[in-house]
């Protein structure tokens, strides 16, 4: 069975300084890897997405993602936050199929 | 392209009633999904339709529960009769093909009192 593990409930970060959202995950086959934002008041959005290909990825907002077979993770990075980022932050994983197993969430917030 | 819309955004009713969601898909998508979220907890697969059937509704709950999607376009998704624990926000996604990535609407706010 496939599973997705955010281990940051919440995460501060100030301004201006990078940050990084962990999510390990767990399949005995290939997958699909995704984060999507959940902005207040908001629905989920696609933030990036990996397929096949470059282990690097890019998303929006600047937010970057890199796809590590070997520690079986995708942790999302962006160098340098702002205000706006502050969200709620969903890993999800899916074995090439349709259904997706998402994370526990992990909610950042951007301090000034 | 207008995105996957769900109506209501906010739902409060007493144990023991009826509720009803709605999901409208992006136009195209036959593939149509409803997960949801728990109180602090991940987001979860209810089910999935490809046009108006069921492919796997593997996640649903009980039979308390009741999801259509008739014609092939937008669905219901039917909690009769509601208990506390069926609170939390359900989402709808859709996408083209099965296997594609799936776009999320805004989500529902159950809350049953």
């Known amino acids: 069975a496939q599973s997705v593990t955010q281990l940051d409930s919440q995460v501060p970060v100030f301004e201006e300084a990078p940050v990084e959202l962990r999510c390990n995950y767990s399949s005995s086959v290939s997958v699909y890897l995704f984060w999507y934002v959940q902005y207040p008041n908001q629905g989920l959005q696609l933030l990036l997405k990996?397929?096949?290909?470059?282990?690097l990825v890019k998303g929006i907002n600047g937010f970057e993602a890199e796809f590590n077979k070997s520690q079986t993770s995708f942790h999302l990075r962006k160098p340098s936050v702002h205000i706006s980022d502050t969200a709620e932050y969903f890993c999800a994983v899916s074995n090439r199929a349709y259904k997706y197993i998402f994370g526990t969430g992990t909610r950042l917030k951007v301090l000034a | 392209e207008a995105g996957v819309t769900q109506f209501p955004s906010h739902s409060v009713i007493e144990k023991g009633q009826t509720v009803t969601l709605r999901c409208d898909p992006i136009?195209?998508?036959?593939?149509l999904y409803w997960y949801r979220r728990v109180m602090g907890k991940e987001i979860k697969f209810l089910l999935h339709?490809?046009?108006?059937?069921?492919?796997?509704e593997s996640g649903m709950p009980n039979n308390r529960f009741l999801a259509e999607r008739t014609g092939g376009t937008y669905s219901t998704l039917k909690v009769q009769p509601a208990e506390l624990e069926d609170s939390g926000v359900y989402f709808c996604?859709?996408?083209?093909?099965?296997?594609?990535?799936?776009?999320f609407g805004p989500g529902t706010r159950l809350t049953v009192l």
């Open positions: 996604a859709s996408s083209r093909g099965t296997g594609d990535t799936q776009y």
């Open positions: 136009s195209g998508h036959d593939n």
């Open positions: 990996y397929l096949s290909g470059s282990t």
């Open positions: 339709f490809v046009k108006e059937s069921k492919q796997d």
